[in-house]
């Protein structure tokens, strides 16, 4: 079987679990990986527990008696009971495994959109959001003639809670919003912008794909009604996302996709759906990618999400000190005891794009662009920026070799 | 990342010969990579033979991609429409004379495209421009 980590595992040497931070990127040049807003990189115990998987297990779940199916489903479904208990959910029912954050999203403006929000109903979002928790929405509001309208970002990158006040005004039906920006980094108050929708009785949807990887997150505490998040984010693989509802919520929901698993009978001209979660899982899923987000939890579990988010905290402190020595460098976003590991930035008269293949010659990998949020670009009137962001495996020596990388770039376009 | 970046490179991002607009013009286009966000108006003047005589760029955008509108616009003027709508990928990566991959080759060849859809008085642009007539 695969090596399990132990409780109370340190971030020391934490490197040497992820194979993939050995290797050299350019003859010579290591990988400094800064690129985990993103996707983050995989430890082995994870990458083991699939090729496990398949090298022993591999059998389809909820059907066949034979041992294989057994073990196949009993993990499977060992793995949504981990997953329930990391984000504090209930019961492990409320787990619905997804492709990611954005199918996530899509199933509940499906299934419940559809069901619930009529001509003219107000859907409050956010400046700050993803296109995964705009899109959407776009889509349904043509549909059914909805109203879609935003909380203001400040200047400073923060949501403006007065705006918010005042859109709560109209009689929003639900109110859909970014944990944490992937962006700016901010880490918005979720639990007062949930408190403030219920006071007027909206439902909420948190898109959590950048925070449930670095802060803990408590689906309970925070009291919302559906959370989004995938696993690809927090060293699971790709392919692979929850939508976590409430219970009654979800039970009252439609199904979103047809097809096996999620039904109990199906006749020629009818199908009773199944109970939850399958319900919403229509199809054979992503089994080994299931056992490897599993293992990416027991993980995360073992080091301890309070662990990781004082590192992190350290992280970002020190990265915007040290950008701050570059000259023409500008961090957008807050400071950093409101935001987590992320530093986007823009460098005086030189193109993200050039900034970031500048970098990539010293192996350093960021992301250039607009990371999928136009409309907080054209906010802050930036066509794009580059963006660092950490994770656990992060040190002060891959900050330092990103401002050795910057003056690099700034010697290129003096 | 010296051959990428190669001084004719930088320099014609840094001190362009044809940034500007022309107004009035015969021939205006814009578009965008929405990838990275280079975003870049061409603006054309023709004479009564379809010759090109003048011609300038505006907008942003990474240094390939500015540099290569740069080059680009010099290498028109003085041409026929015609010439330019014959005119193909590999013409324009030679004048930048860099080996690119994938995701920078958008970058490069954002100008041609938004050029050749001006010439053909298209609403949009399209890869199939850069290989072929329309």
Redesign the interface.
């Known amino acids: 079987m695969t090596i399990e980590p132990k409780p109370g595992k340190s971030l020391i040497n934490i490197k040497a679990d992820f194979p993939i931070l050995g290797r050299e990127v350019h003859p010579g040049v290591k990988l400094t990986y800064l690129d985990s807003a993103a996707t983050s990189q995989k430890p082995l115990c994870v990458i083991e527990a699939m090729d496990h998987y398949y090298r022993w297990i591999n059998a389809n779940i909820h059907r066949g008696v034979h041992t294989l199916a057994e073990e196949s489903t009993a993990q499977y479904e060992s793995a949504r009971e981990r997953i329930a208990h990391f984000i504090g959910a209930s019961v492990k029912e409320e787990v619905i495994f997804t492709r990611n954050t954005t199918e996530s999203i899509n199933l509940v403006s499906n299934s419940w959109g559809r069901q619930n929000l009529k001509n003219g109903d107000l859907v409050i979002l956010t400046e700050m959001e993803h296109h995964s928790n705009l899109v959407p929405w776009h889509i349904l509001a043509a549909e059914k003639n909805l109203r879609l309208e935003f909380i203001e970002v400040t200047p400073q990158g923060e949501l403006d809670l007065n705006s918010y006040q005042a859109l709560l005004q109209q009689n929003p039906k639900l109110v859909a919003f970014s944990h944490m920006s992937n962006v700016l980094g901010t880490i918005n108050p979720a639990a007062e912008i949930i408190r403030m929708a219920k006071k007027v009785g909206a439902l909420t949807l948190v898109d959590a794909a950048q925070s449930v990887p670095h802060i803990p997150v408590n689906v309970n505490e925070l009291d919302a009604d559906f959370m989004a998040f995938s696993a690809h984010k927090m060293l699971g693989p790709t392919g692979i996302g929850v939508l976590w509802g409430k219970k009654a919520l979800l039970s009252s929901m439609p199904p979103f996709l047809g097809g096996g698993d999620m039904i109990k009978k199906v006749h020629l001209r009818s199908f009773t759906p199944n109970d939850l979660p399958h319900k919403f899982e229509a199809g054979t899923p992503a089994i080994a990618e299931v056992i490897g987000f599993g293992a990416a939890i027991d993980y995360l579990t073992a080091i301890g999400m309070d662990t990781i988010a004082r590192h992190e905290k350290e992280l970002i402190q020190y990265a915007l000190r040290e950008l701050a020595s570059v000259e023409g460098v500008r961090v957008v976003g807050p400071e950093s005891d409101k935001k987590g590991g992320v530093a986007s930035f823009v460098l005086d008269g030189v193109h993200p794009h050039d900034v970031a293949q500048i970098l990539d010659s010293d192996g350093i990998a960021v992301r250039a662009g607009h990371h999928c949020a136009m409309p907080l670009h054209e906010k802050f009137n930036l066509p794009a920026t580059t963006r660092a962001s950490f994770y656990l495996y992060n040190t002060t020596e891959d900050v330092d070799k990103l401002v050795q990388g910057l003056k690099k770039v700034k010697r290129y376009f003096e | 990342?010296d051959d990428?970046?190669r001084e004719i490179i930088?320099e014609r991002?840094?001190n362009p010969a044809y940034r500007g607009e022309l107004d009035p013009h015969d021939i205006s286009f814009e578009d965008e990579n929405?990838?990275?966000?280079?975003?870049i108006k061409i603006d054309l003047r023709v004479d009564n033979n379809d010759m090109i005589t003048e011609a300038a760029f505006s907008g942003?955008?990474?240094?390939?991609s500015?540099a290569s509108a740069d080059l680009l616009l010099e290498y028109v003027i003085g041409k026929s429409v015609d010439e330019i709508k014959k005119m193909k990928k590999e013409a324009l990566l030679d004048l930048l004379g860099i080996e690119l991959g994938p995701v920078?080759l958008k970058?490069a060849l954002l100008p041609l495209k938004i050029i050749k859809a001006g010439i053909y008085g298209l609403g949009e642009s399209n890869d199939a421009l850069l290989d072929e007539e329309v």
Not at chain 2, 34 to 39: A, F, R, S, W
Not at chain 2, 60 to 64: E, R, S
Request: charged content about 15%; some cysteine; aromatic content about 10%.
């Open positions: 990342m990428l970046y930088i991002y840094k929405p990838l990275c966000g280079d975003h942003h955008g990474c240094a390939i500015q920078r970058c």
